[in-house]
């Protein structure tokens, strides 16, 4: 109800409210967002980046439930480029864009990816997880080059 009456980045912040009583996995409520954003649009209230990377991370898990790689890839690039977000906002765009690279069987990609997102954030929990990926991304590439060495020639 205070949300109605108030205006601007005071009715985003109530906005905010709201959404977040509702969790952080809400779904459906993409014209809220919209909302907040364009209500925050000089992002005083830190709420417009905020939404816009959140808005922009369900976009990609989106393209990927749909096997759009190549969109998701592209989608990821193309906000890493423009918003230029920090810590772990970026390491969750890089690391939806490692997953779309992993389903398209680009190793090199992957690591890449999952290396950066990584160097964007490897304190906490998700930190731990993707190094260990990581490190098992390259135990298996490591067992793929192996396989495709040709074997030595027996001696005579």
Do not use: C
């Not at 808005?55 to 990927?64: E, N, P």
């Not at 890089?94 to 997102?117: H, I, Q």
């Amino acid at each position: 109800a205070a949300a109605e009456k108030a205006q601007g980045v005071e009715k985003a912040k109530l906005l905010d409210q709201a959404l977040a009583a509702a969790g952080d996995n809400a779904v459906g409520y993409d014209d809220l967002i919209k909302q907040i954003v364009g209500l925050d649009a000089g992002n005083q209230a830190g709420l417009r980046d905020r939404y816009r990377i959140r808005s922009r991370k369900t976009d990609i898990q989106g393209l990927l439930r749909d096997e759009k790689f190549d969109e998701a890839i592209a989608n990821a690039d193309a906000f890493l480029k423009d918003a230029e977000p920090k810590g772990a906002d970026r390491r969750d765009i890089l690391w939806l864009k490692g997953l779309a690279l992993s389903r398209k069987e680009d190793m090199d990609g992957t690591l890449a990816a999952l290396e950066a997102a990584h160097a964007a954030d490897p304190a906490g929990e998700e930190g731990e997880k993707i190094a260990q990926i990581i490190e098992q991304l390259k135990t298996i590439k490591a067992r793929q080059e192996a396989a495709k060495e040709p074997a030595p020639a027996p001696e005579k």
